[in-house]
């Protein structure tokens, strides 16, 4: 099945440092989702973006919806330890009678170091 | 409580046995889905219900079939498990269409299931 192309797969940063993570398409998606696993646990979501161009912040995070609604990234600022995680991006067609399928990026692993 | 709860958290089992999955939700939501995840692939939709009467299947359904025994109840069973079904198992819920925050879809904890 189509998958979004997610990158980048792992980062290693030092705490404090700022994180950059984007998802691009090949098809259009009308929502774009960020989610966080952490270990043992289900995926999280930190933001939903509904509207191409849209810039929506959640604490240190911000994510945009690009403006081609085949594209989308994620920001984290100041990163602490507790940011450790597998993030996730997700593109979901939504509206009308569509079954709101989500298609999942690969995952990027971040890993802070203290 | 937590919204979207599944049973077991984790589970080995043997080649050739049926093995059952259960999902139960509290958000009052009417869709309901069953991914698995595997290293490197993200998560992939096996099958997801609309509602108790709906059942589609996702992806990848091969393998395994789901009821959908009231709307917060939503169970995926392995008739006949093998080794490639090792994974991780998450049942998610979503709300109605257009309805802005609800318009996404919310995990469980996830099951780790083994089959030798």
């Known amino acids: 099945g189509q998958q979004l192309n997610q990158s980048p797969q792992s980062m290693f940063i030092q705490e404090g440092e700022d994180v950059s993570m984007n998802c691009t398409s090949s098809?259009?998606?009308?929502?774009w989702l960020w989610y966080k696993q952490d270990p043992g646990e289900g995926p999280v979501l930190l933001i939903a973006?509904?509207?191409?161009?849209e810039l929506t912040s959640n604490g240190r995070l911000t994510a945009q919806f690009g403006i081609t609604r085949k594209d989308s990234f994620l920001n984290i600022s100041a990163s602490i330890p507790s940011d450790v995680g597998i993030y996730f991006c997700?593109?979901?067609?939504?509206?009308?009678?569509?079954?709101?399928?989500?298609?999942f990026g690969q995952g990027t692993i971040l890993t802070v170091h203290p | 409580d937590a919204d979207v709860t599944q049973t077991p958290r984790n589970r080995i089992t043997k080649t050739g046995k049926r093995i059952m999955l259960e999902c139960s939700q509290t958000k009052g939501h009417d869709r309901m889905y069953w991914y698995r995840q595997d290293p490197g692939l993200g998560l992939r939709l096996i099958y997801y219900s609309f509602d108790v009467k709906d059942i589609n299947k996702g992806e990848i359904s091969d393998g395994y079939s789901v009821s959908r025994q009231a709307q917060a109840k939503f169970s995926l069973s392995l008739e006949s498990a093998i080794p490639n079904q090792t994974a991780l198992y998450f049942c998610a819920t979503r709300g109605p269409t257009g309805t802005g925050s609800t318009d996404t879809q919310y995990f469980g904890p996830g099951t780790r299931l083994t089959v030798l």
């Open positions: 997700a593109g979901q067609l939504g509206g009308g009678t569509s079954y709101g399928k989500l298609t």
């Open positions: 973006l509904y509207k191409a161009g």
């Open positions: 098809s259009i998606f009308n929502t």
